[in-house]
Nanobody
């Protein structure tokens, strides 16, 4: 099992940028496809972006395509989410997990985008 700790959230104005980080413990991090997910108040947790084990393949939810970029550094056991052109509808708690959601969820990091 990986232990996952998200960071980098905050309050930003619409059009701004944030970079989220997810630090994972565990020697097998580099073998996992990883993903970012988010949950807005009163809504289901939803997929945002995913990256395969070596970073060569990524995919995104249509709502963030062209604005968000997922990346990873296996030497640092870390996966990132660069978020640009943020919109109020991006407001949510952001979580990382294995792409198949198989690991225990961390605390997440709050992202709030003001209009």
């Amino acid at each position: 099992q990986l232990q996952l700790v998200e960071s980098g959230g905050g309050l930003v104005q619409a059009g701004g940028s944030l970079r989220l980080s997810c630090a994972a413990s565990g020697r097998t991090f580099s073998s996992y496809n990883m993903g970012w997910f988010r949950q807005a108040p009163g809504k289901e947790r939803e997929f945002v972006a995913a990256i395969n084990w070596n970073g060569g393949i990524t995919n995104y939810a249509d709502s963030v395509k062209g604005r968000f970029t997922i990346s990873r550094d296996n030497a640092k056991n870390t996966v990132y989410l660069q978020m640009n052109s943020l919109k109020p509808e991006d407001t949510a708690v952001y979580y990382c997990n294995a792409a198949d959601r198989s690991q225990n969820w961390g605390q997440g990091t709050q992202v709030t985008v003001s209009s």
